[in-house]
C-alpha cells in the first residue's frame, strides 16, 4: 500500500502490507502520461508527481505537465463509507522514500521561519472526490511509511464523503473559516479542514495550519515536517481533475509576512517625497514563475550586490500585456496599467550588502506567457539573473 489508510472503517486494508516499489520515471516533458499503479516522475526539477493508485486494481492513468497534472482515466470505483480507490498527487519533500530533487525536508517544526504554497485546480461534475492538499509530520525525521500526523485541507467536497472522525468546531486559518473534522484512520491522526465551498486557487501560509494544529496539542515543535502534497482522492470518476499548478517552498521565497518575526530594529522607511538611493555597485534580480493557461506566480529575489546596505526598496518593473496581479505575499505590490511597483514591507526593508530579499505575487494572463524584460532597483536598473 503506497500511503496510509484514509478511510473511517479501512482498518482492514492494513493487512494488505506497507512496502511497495516504486515507478520512477525521468524527468517529466508536457504530455507526460503515467499509468503505472505507483509511477511517479519530477517536474522542475524540484516536484514529485506520482499516480498512487493504491486503492483499486482498476486503471488510472494521469497527463503529467511541466506545473502539474491532470487525471485522464479513473476506472476505481470506492464505497463511499470507506476509503478512496487513490490519491494522484504533487508534492514537496519525502513520501515513502520518494523524496523531491533537493529538498530540505524533513525539518523540525521549531526550525521552519516560513512554509508558504499556491494551488490552482480544475474541478469537474458528476465526480466523487475531494481535492484534498496534504501536510504531513511526524515525531522523527521520517522519509518512509507512514507518518504519525496528517493534516488534511479539503479545497472541494463532491459527493456523498466526509472526512475522517468527526466534526470538532470550527477554526479560522489563513484568513478563512473552516469546520475542523478530528479523528484516525487505524494509521495515523488526522485533523482537517474542511471548506464551505469550492476553492479553486489559493496562495497562502502552510505554517498558519502547522501552528493551530500545534496549539490544539497534537504536535509539538519537535516534530518535523515531512512533506507538502496537493491532489485528489477519486472515489468514483474523476477524469478532467486537474492541478494546473503547484508550488511549495520552506524557509525560502514565497515568505508570507504573518509567519515570520520582524527583525529587532525596524528599517527606517522610505521618504514619501523622493526615493530612497539605489544601491550602491549594483543589484540582481532573479525571476521564477509558475504559469498555466489563465494565470501564474511569481517568486521574485532582489539581490544586493552593491558594498553597503539598502534601506528601503522600491522594485520596479513592466508587465507584458494581459498580466494583471492579484494577490501578493512580502510586499506591497501595485500596478497601474501595466507598470508594477514592489515596496518592503516593515521587516524587510533593510537588505544587507550581498544579501537579498525575496517576494512574491499571484497574477492573472491572457495570451502567449511572456517575464518582465527590465526591473530598477529604486531607480537604478538591475541585471537579470
Given at each position: 500500500?503506497?500511503?496510509?489508510?484514509?478511510?473511517?472503517?479501512?482498518?482492514?486494508?492494513?493487512?494488505?502490507?506497507?512496502?511497495?516499489?516504486?515507478?520512477?520515471?525521468?524527468?517529466?516533458?508536457?504530455?507526460?502520461?503515467?499509468?503505472?499503479?505507483?509511477?511517479?516522475?519530477?517536474?522542475?526539477?524540484?516536484?514529485?508527481?506520482?499516480?498512487?493508485?493504491?486503492?483499486?486494481?482498476?486503471?488510472?492513468?494521469?497527463?503529467?505537465?511541466?506545473?502539474?497534472?491532470?487525471?485522464?482515466?479513473?476506472?476505481?470505483?470506492?464505497?463511499?463509507?470507506?476509503?478512496?480507490?487513490?490519491?494522484?498527487?504533487?508534492?514537496?519533500?519525502?513520501?515513502?522514500?520518494n523524496c523531491s530533487p533537493g529538498t530540505n525536508l524533513p525539518i523540525q517544526v521549531s526550525a521552519i521561519n516560513n512554509a508558504t504554497s499556491s494551488i490552482d485546480y480544475t474541478f469537474v461534475n458528476g465526480a466523487t472526490y475531494n481535492a484534498s492538499y496534504d501536510i504531513w509530520l511526524d515525531p522523527s525525521p521520517k522519509r518512509d511509511g507512514v507518518n504519525q500526523m496528517e493534516i488534511m485541507i479539503w479545497f472541494n467536497r463532491q459527493g456523498n464523503i466526509q472526512p475522517i472522525g468527526s466534526p470538532v468546531g470550527s477554526a479560522?486559518?489563513?484568513?478563512?473559516?473552516?469546520?475542523?473534522?478530528?479523528?484516525?484512520?487505524?494509521?495515523?491522526?488526522?485533523?482537517?479542514?474542511?471548506?464551505?465551498?469550492?476553492?479553486?486557487?489559493?496562495?497562502?501560509?502552510?505554517?498558519?495550519?502547522?501552528?493551530?494544529?500545534?496549539?490544539?496539542?497534537?504536535?509539538?515543535?519537535?516534530?518535523?515536517?515531512?512533506?507538502?502534497?496537493?491532489?485528489?482522492?477519486?472515489?468514483?470518476?474523476?477524469?478532467?481533475?486537474?492541478?494546473?499548478?503547484?508550488?511549495?517552498?520552506?524557509?525560502?521565497?514565497?515568505?508570507?509576512?504573518?509567519?515570520?518575526?520582524?527583525?529587532?530594529?525596524?528599517?527606517?522607511?522610505?521618504?514619501?517625497?523622493?526615493?530612497?538611493?539605489?544601491?550602491?555597485?549594483?543589484?540582481?534580480?532573479?525571476?521564477?514563475?509558475?504559469?498555466?493557461?489563465?494565470?501564474?506566480?511569481?517568486?521574485?529575489?532582489?539581490?544586493?550586490?552593491?558594498?553597503?546596505?539598502?534601506?528601503?526598496?522600491?522594485?520596479?518593473?513592466?508587465?507584458?500585456?494581459?498580466?494583471?496581479?492579484?494577490?501578493?505575499?512580502?510586499?506591497?505590490?501595485?500596478?497601474?496599467?501595466?507598470?508594477?511597483?514592489?515596496?518592503?514591507?516593515?521587516?524587510?526593508?533593510?537588505?544587507?550588502?550581498?544579501?537579498?530579499?525575496?517576494?512574491?505575487?499571484?497574477?492573472?494572463?491572457?495570451?502567449?506567457?511572456?517575464?518582465?524584460?527590465?526591473?530598477?532597483?529604486?531607480?537604478?536598473?538591475?541585471?537579470?539573473?
Open positions: 500500500m503506497k500511503r496510509p489508510i484514509r478511510a473511517i472503517a479501512a482498518a482492514a486494508l492494513l493487512l494488505a502490507g506497507t512496502a511497495t516499489a516504486f515507478v520512477v520515471n525521468s524527468a517529466a516533458n508536457a504530455a507526460t502520461e503515467i499509468c503505472q499503479q505507483y509511477g511517479s516522475t519530477t517536474i522542475q526539477n524540484r516536484y514529485v508527481v506520482q499516480n498512487n493508485r493504491w486503492g483499486t486494481s482498476a486503471e488510472q492513468c494521469i497527463n503529467v505537465t511541466d506545473t502539474g497534472f491532470s487525471i485522464t482515466r479513473q476506472q476505481g470505483v470506492g464505497n463511499t463509507s470507506g476509503a478512496p480507490v487513490s490519491y494522484p498527487s504533487v508534492f514537496l519533500g519525502c513520501h515513502y522514500t479560522t486559518v489563513g484568513g478563512r473559516t473552516w469546520e475542523v473534522w478530528q479523528g484516525s484512520n487505524g494509521a495515523n491522526n488526522v485533523i482537517s479542514y474542511l471548506a464551505p465551498s469550492a476553492i479553486t486557487s489559493w496562495n497562502f501560509s502552510v505554517l498558519d495550519f502547522i501552528n493551530d494544529i500545534r496549539n490544539r496539542g497534537a504536535i509539538t515543535n519537535s516534530w518535523y515536517l515531512t512533506s507538502i502534497q496537493a491532489g485528489f482522492e477519486p472515489w468514483i470518476g474523476g477524469a478532467g481533475l486537474a492541478v494546473n499548478s503547484f508550488s511549495a517552498a520552506v524557509n525560502g521565497p514565497g515568505t508570507n509576512p504573518t509567519t515570520v518575526p520582524p527583525t529587532t530594529a525596524s528599517p527606517t522607511p522610505p521618504s514619501t517625497t523622493s526615493p530612497p538611493p539605489g544601491p550602491a555597485g549594483g543589484c540582481t534580480i532573479t525571476y521564477d514563475t509558475n504559469a498555466w493557461n489563465s494565470g501564474f506566480t511569481a517568486n521574485v529575489t532582489v539581490r544586493n550586490t552593491g558594498s553597503t546596505a539598502i534601506n528601503g526598496w522600491d522594485l520596479g518593473f513592466t508587465l507584458p500585456a494581459g498580466q494583471r496581479v492579484g494577490n501578493s505575499w512580502n510586499a506591497t505590490v501595485t500596478q497601474t496599467g501595466q507598470t508594477v511597483s514592489a515596496k518592503n514591507i516593515a521587516w524587510n526593508g533593510v537588505i544587507a550588502a550581498g544579501g537579498t530579499a525575496a517576494f512574491g505575487f499571484q497574477a492573472s494572463s491572457t495570451g502567449a506567457f511572456a517575464e518582465p524584460g527590465a526591473f530598477t532597483l529604486n531607480g537604478t536598473a538591475c541585471a537579470v539573473a
